[in-house]
């Protein structure tokens, strides 16, 4: 879901600065509602994964396009507050989803979890059909078909890497050859977009310093908050012993704080700009990751609800900000495709967060085990280890964050 999802970004982002925003995004809804039905019915595992698939190509064309049909109806007065109202939504969903998805599981079997997509993207195709932008940037458009298999035959081999790279081992022969892919068909993507005149990805882009460095940020913010998320669930009930309903209240925090804190910053950002709100981020949740090296076997739980309620503080200062200043900086012609690529910046950290994380997890704990620690002890330093790595990916995110957004000499 997630391969299919993430590869297909830019390529639907490109679409939204060619086609109608209305009919895409309803597009993206009925295909979403579609793929979510027959996976509730899938009879076999074989079929849930293509139908997963389709669901997931239905989720990337909505994706690919929120921030660029935010941007074009708001001004930039008001873009920072819309685009923070978004992350409050988004937060909104990580709160109820897990739960509904929960309760659906224990009462139902997991069939149902499909069911409550159906009739919210039957709404949401009503919706977006009706009250979204329907203008057509042009009639007569030429789109690189050659150029879009390069890049998604390249990004499918590299994500494909990162995501199975620790089972099947970083330097097996599978793994190489996913890296020989990459390479070989990246570079032809790139050359030819570099010749034609309707390219996939129009990469003077990269030459505006808020958009590239600020999409570096995003990403690495991901890989910053994934390392704690994936495992702090493991802590919790390892460690700790606690069950998986009181495990999960004491990560709702998280997306709490976020919900409130996104909203308010996304229309500061609008006022006064991103750059103190994008650099605070990064400070914020990097305390929050030193506080989580101190968690051990005695660790109370208003240390947890605490430490998890910063996290979430330290992402809503940056994500709304962040996402405001990157999607300002480019054409409202190049805004599907600058959507896209942003979208595309967050899943791929989300991506190599959990690759990272996996690795160097495990590869610690393994050396602790080996070498006569028992698994308790063996946990927490192979924790603690990792977490000093999610602050030097928060560490990054600053720099980037801070070259992003550094005032001109003329401003």
Not at 239 to 267: H, N, Q, W
Not at 308 to 327: D, E, R, T
């Amino acid at each position: 879901y997630m391969l299919t999802l993430t590869v297909l970004l830019p390529f639907f982002g490109k679409l939204g600065d060619i086609f109608p925003k209305n009919k895409l995004y309803a597009a993206g809804y009925g295909i979403f509602a579609i793929g979510a039905f027959l996976s509730m019915i899938a009879p076999s595992y074989g079929l849930l994964i293509a139908f997963r698939c389709l669901e997931a190509l239905g989720a990337s064309i909505m994706l690919s396009n929120a921030q660029a049909v935010i941007a074009r109806i708001f001004s930039k007065e008001r873009r920072g507050k819309a685009l923070g109202l978004n992350g409050c939504l988004v937060a909104i969903g990580g709160m109820s989803g897990p739960a509904i998805g929960g309760f659906l599981i224990n009462y139902f079997g997991w069939h149902f979890v499909f069911a409550p997509c159906i009739p919210f993207a039957l709404i949401g195709m009503f919706y977006s059909w009706k009250m979204l932008p329907n203008y057509v940037k042009k009639k007569n458009f030429r789109f690189d078909y050659p150029g879009f298999i390069y890049f998604t035959v390249s990004l499918m081999a590299l994500l494909l890497a990162i995501s199975e790279g620790y089972q099947w081992g970083w330097t097996s022969v599978k793994i190489i050859t996913l890296g020989l892919i990459t390479l070989l068909f990246g570079g032809l993507f790139y050359f030819r977009d570099h010749k034609i005149n309707y390219p996939l990805i129009n990469f003077s882009m990269f030459a505006i310093k808020p958009f590239t460095f600020g999409n570096l940020a995003v990403m690495t913010s991901y890989m910053a908050m994934y390392t704690n998320s994936i495992l702090l669930p493991f802590y919790l009930q390892e460690i700790l012993k606690l069950d998986a309903l009181t495990a999960g209240l004491l990560i709702l925090p998280y997306s709490v704080t976020l919900a409130f804190v996104a909203p308010v910053c996304g229309r500061l950002s609008g006022k006064y700009g991103s750059r103190y709100l994008t650099l605070a981020g990064p400070i914020v949740y990097i305390i929050a990751l030193l506080i989580f090296t101190t968690f051990n076997k005695s660790t109370h739980m208003w240390e947890i609800v605490f430490a998890s309620g910063v996290m979430g503080i330290g992402n809503g200062l940056f994500q709304s900000p962040s996402n405001n200043a990157i999607m300002t900086s480019v054409k409202k012609s190049e805004l599907g495709i600058a959507s896209g690529i942003l979208s595309l910046s967050r899943n791929m950290g989300n991506i190599l967060g959990v690759a990272v994380t996996i690795t160097l997890f495990e590869t610690f704990r393994e050396f602790f085990i080996h070498h006569g620690e028992i698994y308790e002890k063996a946990f927490l330093n192979s924790y603690h280890i990792t977490m000093c790595f999610g602050i030097l990916f928060g560490l990054m995110c600053f720099i980037f964050a801070f070259i992003a957004y550094k005032p001109s000499k003329s401003a």
